[in-house]
C-alpha cells in the first residue's frame, strides 16, 4: 500500500481528536490498525514509531504522517522525555480515480471547471523552517479544540488544513534548497518562461526546441511528467490567463482581446475559451465588475 497520506484542492480534513503528550519513561508506540490518518510532531526528545516494515525516528522539531490502514507498532525505543502533538483525522477522500496527481501550476491560477480537483501527497516525514513554528500553531489549535463552540470542528478543520499546506510547500521548499534541482524542473521552469514571452503568438514547438537547444520530443514529455499538462495545454491555459486579465481590467471587447493574443479571429479564440473555461467570453465577462 502506498504509504503516503494525500490532500486534495477541493476538500479539507476532518478532524477527529488531537491532543500533546509526554513521557517520564522510555516508551512503546501503540500496536494499532487504525481507520484514519495521523500527524506526529515531536517538540522535544526522540520518538521511534514502525509502519509496517518501516522504521522512523521522529527527531525534535520533525513530522510524520502515519496513513490509514497500515500497521503502526514500535519497540521500547521513544526517550524519556519525549514530548509531542498529535492530531488524528480523515483525509477528505479514499477514491481519488477522478483526481489529477499534480496541483495546477501556479501561473494558472484563474478558475476553471476542474481546478480544484487535484490530490497532493504530504512530505511523509522531514523538517523545515516553518516546523519551528509549528509549537505554537499546535497548542492554540488544541487549545481551541478543547472549548466547544457551534462549527468548532469544521472551523477546527479549515485551519488545520491551512497548516498542513504551509508545511507542504515549506517542506517542498526546504527540499529543492537543500537539494540539487532535478533536470526535469529545469527544464519545466525554463519552458515556463518561453511561454510566458509568447502567450500573443500560437505555440511553435520548432522555435521552443530551438529556444532550449533540447530536442521537442524530450522537453514535452518531460514537461508533461512534471506537470500533468502537455506544453500546448499550459500555453493555451496561459493565453486565457491573460485574456481574463484583460477582462477584468481593461475595457476591452472579445474581439481586440482576441487579437492581442494573436487568436486567428473571435470565433476560434471564443471556441477555445469555451472549451478551457466551460463558457463563452461574453457570458464569463457578464459574472463579475469590470474595473474601469
Same mark, same amino acid.
Given at each position: 500500500?502506498d504509504?503516503?497520506?494525500?490532500? &486534495?484542492g477541493?476538500r479539507?480534513? %476532518?478532524?477527529?481528536? %488531537? @491532543?500533546?503528550?509526554q ?5 512503546t508506540h501503540?500496536?494499532r *490498525?487504525l481507520d ?5 510532531f515531536?517538540?522535544?526528545?526522540s520518538?521511534?514509531?514502525?509502519e =509496517?516494515t518501516?522504521?522512523?525516528i521522529?527527531?525534535?522539531k ?11 507498532w =514500535?519497540?521500547?525505543e521513544t526517550?524519556?522525555?519525549?514530548a509531542?502533538y498529535?492530531?488524528?483525522? $480523515?483525509?477528505p477522500?479514499?477514491d481519488?480515480?477522478?483526481?489529477k496527481e ?5 501561473e ?10 487535484y490530490?497532493?501527497? %504530504?512530505?511523509?516525514h522531514?523538517t523545515s523552517?516553518f ?5 505554537n ?15 468548532? %470542528?469544521?472551523q477546527l478543520?479549515?485551519?488545520?488544513y491551512? *497548516?498542513?499546506l504551509?508545511l507542504h510547500?515549506?517542506t517542498?521548499?526546504?527540499?529543492r ?5 532535478g ?5 519545466t521552469g525554463?519552458v515556463? &518562461?518561453?511561454? +510566458?514571452q509568447? &502567450?500573443?503568438e500560437d505555440?511553435d514547438s520548432?522555435?521552443l526546441?530551438?529556444? *532550449? ?9 518531460t514537461?508533461k511528467?512534471q506537470? @500533468?499538462?502537455?506544453?500546448?495545454e499550459?500555453?493555451?491555459? *496561459?493565453?486565457? $490567463? +491573460?485574456?481574463?486579465?484583460w477582462?477584468?481590467n &481593461?475595457?476591452? $471587447? ?15 479564440f471564443?471556441r477555445v475559451?469555451?472549451?478551457?473555461? @466551460?463558457e ?5 465577462m457578464? $459574472?463579475?465588475y469590470?474595473n474601469?
Amino acid at each position: 500500500m502506498d504509504p503516503f497520506v494525500y490532500l &486534495t484542492g477541493d476538500r479539507f480534513p %476532518m478532524i477527529r481528536d %488531537m @491532543g500533546w503528550n509526554q513521557v517520564d519513561e522510555v516508551y512503546t508506540h501503540h500496536d494499532r *490498525l487504525l481507520d484514519f490518518d495521523v500527524f506526529v510532531f515531536v517538540t522535544k526528545g526522540s520518538m521511534q514509531v514502525i509502519e =509496517g516494515t518501516t522504521e522512523y525516528i521522529i527527531n525534535e522539531k520533525e513530522h510524520l504522517f502515519l496513513k490509514r490502514g497500515l500497521h503502526h507498532w =514500535g519497540r521500547p525505543e521513544t526517550v524519556p522525555g519525549t514530548a509531542w502533538y498529535w492530531v488524528h483525522f $480523515n483525509a477528505p477522500v479514499h477514491d481519488y480515480s477522478s483526481y489529477k496527481e499534480h496541483s495546477p501550476l501556479p501561473e494558472i491560477d484563474f478558475f476553471y471547471p476542474d481546478h480544484y480537483a487535484y490530490r497532493f501527497p %504530504m512530505p511523509k516525514h522531514g523538517t523545515s523552517p516553518f516546523h519551528r513554528t509549528l509549537e505554537n500553531r499546535l497548542q492554540m489549535l488544541v487549545e481551541d479544540f478543547q472549548k466547544p463552540k457551534e462549527h468548532g %470542528m469544521v472551523q477546527l478543520s479549515i485551519q488545520v488544513y491551512q *497548516l498542513f499546506l504551509e508545511l507542504h510547500k515549506s517542506t517542498k521548499e526546504y527540499n529543492r534548497a537543500t537539494k540539487s534541482v532535478g533536470k526535469g524542473a529545469t527544464v519545466t521552469g525554463r519552458v515556463m &518562461t518561453f511561454l +510566458k514571452q509568447h &502567450t500573443d503568438e500560437d505555440f511553435d514547438s520548432t522555435k521552443l526546441s530551438s529556444h *532550449l537547444n533540447l530536442n521537442y520530443s524530450y522537453v514535452s514529455a518531460t514537461f508533461k511528467t512534471q506537470t @500533468g499538462l502537455s506544453i500546448i495545454e499550459a500555453h493555451t491555459k *496561459l493565453r486565457i $490567463n +491573460k485574456a481574463i486579465d484583460w477582462m477584468r481590467n &481593461t475595457s476591452l $471587447n472579445v474581439s481586440e482581446i482576441s487579437e492581442r493574443l494573436g487568436y486567428k479571429n473571435p470565433y476560434y479564440f471564443s471556441r477555445v475559451f469555451k472549451k478551457v473555461i @466551460g463558457e463563452s467570453p461574453s457570458s464569463y465577462m457578464s $459574472n463579475f465588475y469590470r474595473n474601469k
